[in-house]
């Protein structure tokens, strides 16, 4: 079937360490994209790239960091300068950088910094 | 200024009965409106669009009002159990081709049996 995976579902890292998130699709998307979400607030965009090779910065990518090696994945490295790191991330693609192309999402990762 | 806002964070209907979720946005430049729905736990799934030319989008038991300045609403009805769910508003950014999305914070429907 075609989708988006993210893995972990659950991540758990101690206080200054860094860590990456995966993300990879099978949907042949040109465009992919990381948010955040916190309680009570809507989804903040983190990094976004519309081909591969190629990224720009969201509203709020202090802190972390991305690659676009290839078409199928956009990992996302939290790094230990976000000072806020615990939240659920989530993962998109769409079919280009249009905004008539839906977004699809993947099932999220929930990461916890202890 | 892009923003869209979900002023209701919550709120709670009877099945069958109809849930109006509303949404504003503050930049008229906003051509395209989407909405998802969200499971805990899980990633939005896309729900129903609407282009800012029209005054109403339906598909189903969904229903997108956008007949007044910078106001849209999703109209439910009958409202099921199932519903329950987070309702994200969202728009494209007004900043060239990106596909970039501007989400709204959410509102949680409850669906009461």
């Known amino acids: 079937d075609g989708g988006i995976t993210q893995s972990p579902k659950y991540l758990f890292r101690k206080e200054g360490q860094n860590v990456t998130l995966s993300c990879e699709q099978n949907?042949?998307?040109?465009?992919m994209y990381w948010y955040r979400q916190d309680p009570g607030q809507g989804l903040r965009l983190i990094y976004y790239s519309q081909i591969v090779n190629d990224f720009q910065k969201g509203d709020i990518a202090e802190g972390y960091s991305v690659s676009r090696e290839k078409k199928e994945s956009f990992p996302l490295t939290v790094t230990s300068a976000q000072k806020n790191p615990t939240a659920f991330y989530l993962c998109?693609?769409?079919?280009?950088?249009?905004?008539?192309?839906?977004?699809?999402f993947g099932p999220g990762t929930r990461l916890t910094v202890l | 200024d892009q923003q869209v806002k979900q002023n209701s964070p919550s709120l709670s209907v009877q099945e069958g009965r109809i849930s109006i979720l509303n949404c504003d946005y503050t930049?008229?430049?906003?051509?395209?409106f989407l909405w998802y729905k969200k499971y805990p736990a899980e990633g939005p799934t896309f729900l129903i669009s609407?282009?800012?030319?029209k005054d109403k989008n339906e598909d189903g038991r969904f229903t997108v009002l956008n007949k007044s300045a910078k106001h849209l609403s999703l109209h439910i009805v009958p409202s099921q159990p199932g519903d329950s769910a987070v309702y994200f508003c969202a728009a494209p950014a007004y900043s060239g081709n990106t596909g970039k999305l501007i989400f709204g914070q959410g509102t949680t429907l409850q669906v009461k049996p």
């Open positions: 998109a693609s769409s079919t280009s950088g249009t905004i008539y192309n839906e977004q699809f």
């Open positions: 949907l042949n998307h040109d465009a």
């Open positions: 609407i282009s800012s030319i």
């Open positions: 930049n008229s430049m906003f051509d395209y």
